[in-house]
């Protein structure tokens, strides 16, 4: 079964610095994709960036960057010039293909991240 | 485009009570999924459609737990009797259907049951 793993509970940055969030990943899939959302108090998921498995450059959305080490079953995601809206829950999700060709998410357990001014 | 709709936003009940929570998925998606998502854990899948065909659902406690999809729209999570682990934010997503496709979710439901 697939897993991911976040490791850090909580993360505490100053407004305009960067900020790298944690995630690992366990599988035994070849190709697989990869996920960031970000969730605020008001509840919904909000999608920030993919990376596929077969990949070659890590993915750039804006001030988001997906730093993708296959080899060590990593996928941080990385922040630039953080902002005090960046203030959220950060979930770290992967992409498990189902027999029957569907596809379902298994997230981590999250990260919040606080942006202080 | 309008987004995935879902009601009511917040629901408090007692345990045993029955609740039944409904999605709107965007227009033209073919696949619907709700997650659980307990305070402090990330969404975990509670079953998931393909049209009104159930996909998956072998995380879906189904002796108190049920869903459907008429007519491959809009979907309803029922919750007979609740306990006072159902305490938890029910997410709705969804997706046009292909394997790659990315989910969008919806702003959930917050259960209460005391």
């Known amino acids: 079964a697939q897993k991911i793993t976040q490791t850090q509970p909580g993360m505490f940055v100053q407004e305009k610095e960067a900020v790298t969030l944690d995630c690992t990943y366990d599988?035994?899939?070849?190709?697989?994709?990869l996920f960031w959302y970000k969730q605020p108090s008001s509840g919904e998921m909000i999608f920030l960036i993919y990376?596929?498995?077969?990949?070659?450059q890590n993915a750039t959305e804006g001030r988001y960057s997906l730093n993708f080490q296959k080899a060590r079953k990593s996928a941080n995601l990385v922040i630039s010039a953080s902002q005090l809206g960046d203030s959220a829950m950060y979930f770290c999700a992967m992409r498990e293909i189902l027999p029957q060709g569907a596809q379902k998410l298994v997230f981590g357990q999250g990260t919040r991240l606080t942006i202080n001014p | 485009e309008a987004g995935v709709a879902q009601s009511p936003r917040y629901k408090i009940i007692e345990k045993r009570q029955s609740v039944a929570f409904w999605c709107n998925p965007i227009s033209g998606h073919a696949t619907l999924y709700w997650y659980q998502q307990i305070l402090g854990q990330g969404p975990k899948l509670l079953i998931q459609f393909q049209n009104n065909g159930v996909v998956d659902d072998s995380q879906l406690p189904k002796d108190r737990f049920s869903a459907e999809r008429l007519k491959g729209v809009d979907s309803t999570l029922k919750i007979q009797p609740a306990k006072l682990e159902d305490s938890a934010v029910y997410l709705c997503?969804?997706?046009?259907?292909?394997?790659?496709?990315?989910?969008?979710f919806g702003p959930g439901t917050r259960l209460t049951v005391t």
């Open positions: 997503a969804s997706s046009k259907g292909y394997p790659s496709a990315e989910q969008y």
């Open positions: 599988t035994s899939d070849q190709s697989y994709g």
């Open positions: 990376q596929g498995s077969y990949d070659e």
